[in-house]
């Protein structure tokens, strides 16, 4: 069993890439901390120690295993502990869930927020929900320019306010349908069913800037059709993606 110790002063041999599925765990982990401390001797001090990096990782009991045996949640925490044994202050990942089952994702999202509290994690995914649940600021950018920065609540509350509406009215199904698209500032009207005998539920898509509260009121007021409930609805990350980068296209989804 190999000491995790940085007390190796001999010259680290090159290995080729392909001999690294052969490797065990322990001694890529081990090879990865004497390089760095050969590369930076001054920050050798501030390097954290291979077995707690693997501690951190939970890969401490595959340790001895080659990682070419190792399910591809594994090696992906294996890349993260040989990332960290430099105690890097920002860590980059790109797609760090591609490809990994459930399970193997919520372990991992769990490990970026953990890493999240010792370092800055630039997340970068097209998994939205994803992004939505592990981090703590979001930036969105499209076709190489910025349309957003923002935390996800502040993005949420600021791009969702007034923009869907959810309705329940009591009244006959197409006909209300059609009034509700007939009102200025309204973009798109759906059908979501029957909540109740009698009573229809509609999600309302509302134009930037265009509030139709007062007007949907009295016009279902004429008709006899009472407005049962009304509530704006948060959209999800992916909605103000959409959004946010049609927006920036001019309305033509690219």
Not at 13 to 38: E, F, T
Not at 74 to 81: C, I, L, S
Not at 133 to 139: N, P
Not at 180 to 205: C, F, M, N, R, W
Request: hydrophobic content about 40%.
């Amino acid at each position: 069993r190999p000491s995790y110790e940085y007390s190796s002063s001999a010259p680290l041999r090159s290995l080729p890439k392909q001999s690294l599925p052969s490797c065990a765990c322990n001694c890529l982990i081990l090879a990865a901390a004497v390089l760095r401390k050969q590369q930076k001797p001054s920050q050798a001090l501030k390097m954290p120690k291979p077995s707690s990096v693997m501690a951190l990782t939970k890969i401490t009991q595959y340790e001895n295993r080659l990682i070419k045996n190792l399910s591809k949640g594994y090696r992906q925490r294996v890349g993260m502990a040989q990332a960290l044994i430099g105690n890097p202050p920002v860590l980059i990942l790109d797609e760090p869930t591609v490809g990994l089952d459930p399970n193997q994702i919520i372990e991992i999202r769990a490990l970026i927020k953990a890493l999240g509290k010792h370092h800055t994690v630039i997340l970068s995914s097209h998994i939205l929900p994803e992004v939505e649940a592990v981090c703590d600021r979001i930036i969105i950018i499209d076709h190489g320019k910025l349309v957003a920065d923002d935390t996800a609540e502040h993005l949420t509350s600021q791009t969702s306010a007034d923009r869907r509406l959810l309705v329940s009215i009591a009244g006959p199904e197409k006909e209300t349908a059609e009034l509700i698209a007939a009102i200025h500032g309204v973009d798109s009207v759906t059908i979501l069913g029957e909540k109740e005998p009698g009573v229809e539920e509609y999600q309302i898509e509302v134009k930037p800037n265009a509030d139709i509260r007062r007007d949907l009121f009295d016009r279902l007021a004429k008709r006899g059709w009472p407005l049962l409930s009304s509530k704006p609805q948060a959209m999800s990350l992916e909605d103000i993606f959409i959004n946010l980068t049609l927006e920036q296209n001019g309305g033509v989804n690219q």
